[in-house]
């Protein structure tokens, strides 16, 4: 009995174990075929987003005043030679968009059941292989050069390099450790700490390196500690974590020296960055923006390589032992606190690769705790003395919420209109009943509307004490339409609204007036669609096109983006002024919307450009959603006399802002300004 009992179990344990074994086969498999489902989702994603792209460009020439003379004069010659009248190319190009119009609704309708698609990296990762080889490849003559500029340096700063090795997978520490020797800069030190027993590849490289530097830290202790520890026996004047599996380029080092020499006055350095599969293989680069404060509140984006000085360091006492994993973005907070935004610099190119670590089932173990991270940002601004609320927002990502006074301060919102009553009527509405902030006032400027409908509800709507009208019957001229109706405004906070939103969430004025009440924020975006639930405007980019344009469009709603930027709370270049949110006296400041030269086009570029001259920030919140339908009451730019207009408009800001165009601090100079699609550059517009 005991004997078949003995043989049972036995033969229950083996049957479980080949089943967890299959469970564990069929997870992996099953994670792999999510990753290829995800990769195909984002390129129909990106397919999307061109097509629109290539729809709009060819209503564009449609609509064109040569297009138009071309295609009068074909008809006009089809008749003369009595040909019969057949579909012609345009008729062919219609049916395609407009059968693509109907698919593409039906795929966001079903795209929105399943909710937030999962991140997969932006750019094809064979696409950014070709682009390592021909753009981030150093040659023999780089080299050469590499070495005969250092030579000329009068300033060789010690840079220490932080790394935790406990349990480490021994060959990625080994790539790690000969990535740091492989260093063209020779000014380094590695400290490294570990709690157990490293491999004997590693002593055998202290032996024979005097810069590599070994510590045993007492088991269990946390990592803060043993950070700490390291930071005892450091003798750089900067410091750096480096993880164990990570792996630096043979000039990162040379090209933060490079920028410590010519700006010897910087405290902080960070770079952009990519990942290493578990083949080693570089993918999903992180081409950053310049020093970018609402963002970084809103994600960690310093995360795995920022050089930091070590005075500074030490005033603050190191690492702090209260936030486990995210210890990091601590430091970085309490750093940023003792320093100025002039002295933190980045460098735009891919300095570090950090190793992918998945589990057994193919998942990615490189997460934070959103709740510490949380945790971290609330003391932050404690010691600050600003109040505000964090909480967790999109996978693992931070949202600030800024408070409102007691007393709301008024808003004036100006809406410029010409009839259209049905998308007025909407804008309206929402405004005064689908909005949480109600101290408001609505100003329209009626810019010389005559259906008898439109008439009739001027009338109607100034029965409301909150609604008042101004009627301007002149030619189009947006800025001198908000410039007067601003003039004739009550509020503290004014804002620019086109006559054609659809409120989404009723919180959107609250989000954006918390943000205009900020003292070092000059004006606040929102974040605008179509009406097909793709993205309109996310912040808009100087340079793109050859002067401005919005990122992310036609980006479909549900999708994460570029390193889930759609999503987070940031600072821009500029804002569009469909749905522009600022206080009046920052208005008044910088001199309002320029009527003269800026009628229609670019006049919000302008405005935000100013406002940034003045040392404010631009701030673009996704917390603000609204439909909007671009242009519909002013029409397109088909006639000569709009041409020569729109070309005045860009030769004046070319002429006013042209080095400013040219780079855009809180745009990469590796990513694309041919398209509004975060690509890369072909070539980066930078020397290497």
């Not at 700490?193 to 510590?215: G, H």
């Not at 405290?267 to 999903?284: A, N, P, W």
């Not at 320093?339 to 057994?360: D, M, N």
Request: proline fraction near 4%; charged fraction near 20%.
């Amino acid at each position: 009995m005991n004997k078949n009992h003995q043989k049972t179990e036995k033969d229950y344990q083996e049957q479980l174990s080949v089943a967890q074994a299959e469970i564990k086969k069929y997870q992996a498999e099953n994670a792999r075929l999510q990753k290829a489902l995800n990769e195909r989702t984002q390129d129909i994603n990106k397919l999307i987003q061109w097509t629109q792209s290539l729809q709009q460009d060819v209503l564009a020439v449609y609509h064109s005043v040569t297009w138009q003379i071309g295609n009068f004069i074909a008809q006009i010659i089809l008749k003369l030679l009595r040909r019969p009248v057949t579909p012609t190319a345009r008729d062919h190009i219609n049916k395609i968009l407009t059968t693509f119009e109907s698919w593409k609704i039906n795929y966001f309708q079903n795209r929105q059941q399943h909710g937030l698609q999962p991140y997969t990296p932006w750019h094809d990762t064979r696409e950014y292989a070709l682009w390592i080889k021909q753009y981030d490849t150093l040659s023999q003559t780089d080299l050469v050069e590499i070495k005969n500029q250092m030579e000329q340096w009068q300033h060789r700063p010690l840079i220490s390099l932080l790394m935790s090795a406990d349990a480490p997978n021994a060959r990625w520490l080994h790539n790690a450790i000969e990535s740091v020797q492989a260093q063209i800069y020779p000014h380094w030190e590695l400290c490294i700490v570990y709690q157990s027993a490293l491999p004997e590849m590693v002593t055998k490289y202290a032996r024979l390196d005097n810069r590599i530097k070994l510590i045993d830290c007492i088991e269990n202790k946390k990592l803060a500690d043993n950070l700490n520890n390291a930071l005892t026996i450091a003798n750089g004047d900067f410091i750096a974590l480096m993880g164990y599996a990570d792996q630096l380029p043979s000039h990162a080092l040379y090209k933060i020296a490079e920028i410590l020499n010519t700006y010897p006055d910087t405290d902080l350095i960070y770079t952009d960055e990519d990942k290493l599969d578990i083949k080693g293989r570089r993918y999903d680069p992180y081409f950053k923006s310049d020093w970018n404060p609402d963002l970084f509140y809103s994600q960690n984006f310093l995360r795995y390589f920022t050089v930091y000085r070590c005075t500074v360091v030490n005033d603050i006492s190191g690492f702090c032992s209260d936030y486990q994993s995210n210890e990091d973005y601590d430091l970085a907070l309490r750093f940023i606190e003792k320093t100025s935004a002039e002295r933190i610099r980045h460098i735009p190119q891919v300095l570090y690769h950090h190793q992918e670590i998945l589990g057994e089932n193919g998942e990615n173990l490189d997460k934070n705790s959103p709740n510490t991270v949380c945790q971290i940002l609330q003391a932050h601004f404690q010691r600050l003395n600003q109040s505000v609320k964090v909480v967790e927002a999109v996978a693992g990502h931070t949202r600030v919420i800024y408070p409102l006074p007691e007393k709301l301060p008024l808003v004036s919102l100006i809406i410029p209109t010409r009839d259209k009553l049905k998308l007025l009527r909407g804008t309206i509405n929402g405004i005064l009943n689908q909005t949480d902030y109600k101290n408001i006032e609505v100003i329209i400027m009626d810019n010389g509307s005559v259906e008898p409908d439109t008439l009739e509800y001027f009338k109607k709507i100034q029965n409301d004490s909150r609604i008042s009208i101004i009627h301007h019957a002149a030619p189009f001229n947006y800025s001198q339409l908000n410039n007067i109706g601003i003039s004739q405004a009550k509020g503290e906070i004014i804002g620019l609204i086109n006559n054609d939103l659809e409120v989404i969430s009723s919180e959107w004025l609250g989000e954006m007036v918390s943000h205009a009440l900020r003292p070092k924020i000059g004006a606040v975006g929102a974040k605008l669609y179509y009406a097909n639930d793709t993205i309109q405007h996310a912040g808009v980019i100087v340079g793109l096109g050859g002067m401005a344009g919005h990122n992310f469009k036609y980006l479909a709603r549900e999708t994460p983006g570029y390193h889930w930027k759609p999503f987070l709370i940031q600072n821009y270049s500029a804002v569009t002024a469909a749905c522009l949110i600022m206080r009046r006296q920052v208005f008044e400041e910088v001199g309002g919307l320029n009527e003269k030269h800026l009628k229609v086009a670019f006049n919000d570029v302008d405005l935000c450009l100013r406002i940034r001259e003045k040392g404010y920030r631009i701030v673009w919140t996704p917390y603000a959603e609204l439909y909007h339908l671009e242009s519909a009451s002013r029409g397109t730019d088909n006639t000569l006399k709009k041409y020569l207009r729109l070309r005045h408009e860009l030769n004046f800001m070319q002429s006013k802002w042209g080095d400013t165009l040219l780079n855009d601090p809180y745009y990469n100079p590796n990513l694309t300004i041919e398209y509004e699609d975060f690509a890369l550059a072909y070539p980066p517009r930078i020397n290497r």
